[in-house]
């Protein structure tokens, strides 16, 4: 799994900007339709945000320092960004899921 990942996103900061803009239309398609009046489902732009941030790091890591072949920083950025990933869209879940409950 972690070789799987670090495949697609190590010094790819155009896959990691793609992952950032599918949570950013998640979140765009939840405004615009059921989850606008949920606002504790409405989280979607922090795991946005964070994926951008890291899309923007890993395009200064490959930019600055090319063969940087030990990757410390990614013992931080991967645990908050799947973090915060998993807990928004757990998050827009259960709001979508009341939301289709109480019939709106």
């Known amino acids: 799994m972690i070789e799987w990942l670090a495949a ?3 010094a790819q900061p155009a896959h990691i900007l793609g992952v950032a803009a599918v949570i ?3 979140w765009a ?3 615009a339709t059921v989850l606008r009046d949920a606002p504790k489902a409405n989280v979607l732009w922090v795991p946005a945000l964070l994926w951008l941030a890291y899309a923007g790091w890993e395009w200064l890591v490959v930019t600055q320092t ?3 072949n030990i990757r ?3 013992l931080v950025i991967w645990p908050v960004v799947g973090l915060a990933t998993a807990w928004a869209l757990w998050r827009a879940a259960k709001g979508l899921r009341r939301r289709v409950r109480d019939g709106d």
Do not use: I, N, Q, S
Request: hydrophobic share 60%.
């Open 72 to 74: 410390v920083d990614l």
């Open 29 to 31: 398609a939840g405004r």
């Open 8 to 10: 697609r996103l190590v």
């Open 66 to 68: 090319p063969d940087a």
């Open 24 to 26: 950013a239309a998640m």
